[in-house]
């Protein structure tokens, strides 16, 4: 509705609205001020000028001496009324932005505007936060998951229109007309929650200054994908730096609906069929994590494709189907929530119910208290044994008493170093040092000092000669094998030329070269045994 004369007299001049004088309203006028709509174009130098302008008006001719001038008295502009006009202006340029029409309630400045005041300072100081880690398509954050982080950092960073960057992303580009209604004395409505919510789901995509927010989501969409096979989606938009463009082809190719029903199939699967059989060290409290987290899941997918979620009571049967364990204790307790099904609010019907009794009956948890798997075992215990079988003390205050390293040692709280100094005056061990330390800790160190290092020059002594052994029995064989092919080739000659040789020249070779061969052939077994 359009303001009346009247109206936006009352706006200007109302105690409870702007509060400024009559005369000055009137002056006001002067400065390009005569509507409510025309406080859109005013900022806060604008401002500035206009208060200046009213304390020092323009000099008027002087009615009692003609041709003189005179200069009248300044028009009063209070800071009251000069903030609320500033707040007015911010509130008609947001309207505008939101494709909303001013009316004398929404204008309302005791009614309406001073909760609009309130929201808008919250979402300046919001914006001149750091913006957050863009998130990062990985190997185990797929683009379907990713979207959703995104979607979550889109909402926390604000661009040049003081705005979410969630208005970019959005899934419809165009505004809803008509505007949901505005909720009484609040300058937005009840669908969209705040002034927040309003500028995501109403900013226009049509503004000069859209193209900005638009190229910022596409740098972060590059930054998100860099050195991934996703990248290449944002490749056609890459010129333009259209985010929004780039966003909505990622979503289509890598976060589609068959995408979705993938996900959707493998958590419904989990929760139908896995079980639990208590017969290792999974516990049930981690079990009935992955149950919890495989709903939140399906309920992310029922975003994107059209499936019924489990109900309560159907959520409690998929986990009570799923513990397959003979423990007593638990069985009692799995007994016990079925029968408990005359309420909503029964834990038959009601998943973290059912969870918070079942809980105290997992066998794993109490085997692992039992056995002393819990964070305070060391510190109730009054030894311990280590992996060679040796048992180490532990104090009272969870301190192995024993030498302590440097490094060590400054690990241990102020209790732990006072027992173990105790414990080294009474054990009667030697003179006691800082950490613990002894003069016969020092004399035992040095002598494992010594004894180690004559082992190792015992272990490489015998290595050389071993070495030395093998060297030379390698350079034995190849003079072996060298001989055995001259005889080889000398016998095979041998045998080549008999026809043309004399009679007795030729099996007197072969003979030779065969009583050579057997030499050779025995001198290799001996080396070898």
């Known amino acids: 509705m359009v303001f009346t004369n009247l109206q936006t007299i009352a706006f200007f001049t109302a105690a409870d609205q702007m509060a400024i004088p009559q005369a000055t309203f009137a002056q006001l006028s002067s400065e ?108 185990n954050l797929k683009v379907t998951r990713w979207s959703e982080a995104f979607d979550d950092f889109v909402h926390r960073v604000y661009g040049t229109r003081h705005a979410p960057l969630a208005y970019v992303t959005r899934s419809d580009e165009n505004v809803a007309t008509p505007a949901p209604p505005l909720l009484r004395n609040k300058p ?69 609906k068959d995408k979705w029903e993938k996900e959707l199939k493998h958590q419904e699967g989990f929760m139908k069929s896995r079980v639990w059989k208590g017969n290792s060290n999974h516990s049930l409290e981690k079990f009935i994590d992955q149950h919890r987290a495989a709903y939140i899941s399906m309920e992310q ?123 080294r005056l009474k054990s009667g061990t030697g003179k006691k040092g800082k950490r613990g330390r002894s003069k016969d800790d020092d004399k035992d160190e040095n002598k494992d000092i010594g004894s180690r290092k004559e082992i190792k020059r015992m272990i490489a002594s015998v290595f050389r000669e071993e070495l030395k052994e093998s060297r030379k029995e390698e350079q034995e064989s190849s003079n072996q094998v060298d001989e055995l092919k001259k005889v080889l080739i000398d016998f095979a000659q041998t045998g080549a030329k008999v026809s043309s040789t004399t009679a007795t020249s030729g099996p007197d070779r072969a003979q030779a070269a065969a009583t050579q061969l057997q030499g050779i052939l025995k001198r290799s077994k001996r080396s070898e045994d």
């Not at 669908?191 to 910022?216: C, K, V, W």
């Not at 609010?345 to 208290?369: D, I, Q, W």
């Not at 040796?390 to 027992?419: A, H, I, P, W």
Request: proline share 5%; charged share 25%; hydrophobic share 30%.
């Open 32 to 139: 390009g001020i005569t509507t409510v709509s025309d406080l859109e174009e005013f900022d806060k130098a604008e401002f500035k000028q206009v208060a200046e302008s009213l304390s020092r008006p323009p000099a008027i001719p002087d009615p009692a001496n003609p041709g003189n001038f005179i200069r009248p008295a300044p028009f009063v502009l209070g800071a009251k009324s000069l903030k609320r006009l500033q707040v007015a202006a911010k509130a008609v340029r947001y309207y505008s932005a939101v494709s909303r029409e001013l009316t004398a309630g929404n204008m309302h400045y005791t009614n309406t505007l001073k909760d609009f005041d309130l929201q808008w300072k919250s979402l300046i100081d919001r914006g001149d936060e750091t913006a957050p880690d863009v998130p990062k398509v990985t190997r």
């Open 188 to 256: 937005h409505s009840e669908a969209h929650g705040s002034i927040e919510g309003e500028m995501i789901s109403r900013l226009s995509h049509t503004s000069p200054i859209f193209r900005d927010d638009n190229a910022q989501i596409y740098h972060y969409l590059e930054e998100a994908t860099r050195s991934t096979v996703y990248s290449s989606s944002l490749k056609p938009f890459q010129r333009s730096k259209n985010g929004r463009g780039a966003f909505l082809a990622l979503m289509s190719q890598h976060a589609g």
């Open 301 to 423: 997918c029922s975003a994107h494709v059209a499936f019924q979620l489990p109900n309560e009571h159907t959520r409690v049967r998929y986990l009570l189907d799923a513990l397959q364990c003979n423990d007593a204790e638990l069985q009692a307790s799995l007994a016990a929530i079925r029968k408990d099904d005359a309420t909503p609010a029964g834990m038959r019907n009601n998943f973290e119910n059912a969870v918070t009794f079942l809980l105290p009956s997992c066998p794993v948890a109490k085997k692992r208290k039992t056995t002393g798997g819990g964070s305070n075992y060391g510190a109730e215990i009054s030894s311990t044994e280590a992996r060679d079988g040796t048992k180490k003390s532990v104090g009272k205050t969870g301190v192995e008493l024993r030498y302590y390293k440097k490094g060590e040692y400054e690990k241990l709280n102020k209790e732990q170093k006072d027992e173990l100094r105790e414990y």
